[in-house]
């Protein structure tokens, strides 16, 4: 608290672009420099693992309590005295009041110089500003780096390059200690990181949905095709419209009985976590019921209970237009039970 302290703030969703600017700031410090920084938008969150990658003094301004408990990088920086965590309270929900607008003030008074990446001018950061003498913009600075050369021969990720992404993601090191390592732009490595990893969350309702589908016989010569399967991909909150639709459209074809039935998969650890607002909203409701009248198609909630996503306890198979009627009285789902869990669905379970 004794150092001539740095205050770094950027303002959410800051241009890709920037980063060469931003980084090439973050190389030019020294263990002498002392940075502070929040953790509340991704680049943030990027600047403070290059921070403490260089080994540059850092204080990390959180709000309520400290969350990234197992933060590699963090904890080797909390053993070598590297790093100091403030928690300041929230007086009200998250995104509401002054708060944001108090934290700003509060941590500027304990900096001498401030230097931003991003500022959004109709934001709250911009106004605090106003005045201030010691205010680095590097979004209006030009970059004097070196210009990045990349054959088309390397734009192919190969193998060992996924394995040190992998092992450099899991140590928290991030996207610009990657970067130099392998020699990819910002945007490459970011897209990549992406795709070879997944959130939890995103990841257990991938594990059910394959447990789903293999209680179907899909087979060359079976009578059920898989017409549809839906991933829910998203790209900074924009998201196609097929994301709200259900996960699989499945058809039976056999002689002259031809049906398409569509189903929703949904996974929760225990039965007691069914409540409306933890399962759908009206509004998904809402949609599910229009897309089966505009496709002439029955939907069936899939809801695996208990166990793993890939191996859940039970399993209950909810046609969408009794949907509301469980959830708004728990009770009566048990009527939907499925009794065999490992034999494969048959066509009258999804039109009874």
């Known amino acids: 608290m004794e ?4 205050l770094f703030l950027c303002s959410k969703k800051a241009p890709i672009s ?12 020294t263990t002498r420099d002392c940075v502070i920084c929040f953790n509340t938008s991704e680049l943030e969150v990027e600047v403070m693992k290059a921070l403490l990658v260089n080994r540059i003094p850092t204080i990390l301004v959180v709000m309520n309590k400290f969350t990234d408990r197992y933060n590699f990088q ?53 106004p605090l500003l106003a005045g201030l003498k010691d205010v680095r913009y590097l979004d209006e600075e030009q970059f004097l780096g070196a210009a990045e050369d990349i054959a088309p021969s390397h734009l192919r ?15 928290d090191m991030g996207i610009h200690a990657i970067k130099k390592r392998l020699n990819r732009t910002y945007l490459s490595v970011r ?25 179907f016989d899909l087979s060359s010569n079976s009578a059920y095709s898989l017409i549809e399967w839906r991933s829910d991909k998203t790209k900074d909150e924009v998201f196609p419209v097929g994301n709200g639709y259900p996960d699989f459209v ?10 398409k039935f569509s189903i929703e998969c949904k996974w929760r650890a225990t039965i007691s976590k069914l409540k409306s607002s933890l399962l759908f909203t009206p509004e998904q409701i809402i949609r599910y019921q ?63």
């Not at 990720?157 to 140590?171: A, F, G, H, I």
């Not at 039976?252 to 049906?259: A, D, R």
């Not at 069936?300 to 039970?314: D, R």
């Open 290 to 352: 229009k897309y089966a009248a505009e496709k002439n198609q029955r939907v069936t909630i899939v809801l695996g209970v208990g166990g793993e996503p890939s191996m859940p306890e039970e399993l209950y198979l909810i046609p969408v237009d009794v949907l509301q009627d469980v959830l708004s009285k728990p009770s009566l789902i048990h009527k939907y039970k499925r009794q065999y869990m490992n034999k494969w669905f048959t066509l009258e379970e999804f039109f009874t």
């Open 18 to 29: 920037l980063y060469d600017n931003i980084f090439n700031w973050v190389d030019s410090l």
């Open 157 to 171: 990720w190969k193998v060992w390059e996924d394995k040190t992404l992998l092992r450099m993601y899991y140590e």
């Open 3 to 6: 150092r001539e302290k740095t």
């Open 74 to 126: 963090i904890q080797r920086a909390l053993e070598e005295d590297r790093i100091m965590i403030i928690t300041l309270q929230r007086d009200e929900p998250r995104g509401k009041g002054q708060t944001p607008r108090l934290r700003n003030a509060f941590v500027l008074q304990m900096a001498a110089h401030v230097v931003c990446g991003y500022i959004n001018k109709n934001g709250s950061i911009f």
């Open 191 to 215: 897209n990549r990181t992406h795709s070879l990893t997944m959130s939890e969350d995103v990841l257990k309702g991938r594990e059910f949905e394959d447990f789903v589908l293999e209680l």
């Open 250 to 259: 499945i058809e039976f074809n056999e002689g002259k009985n031809s049906k």
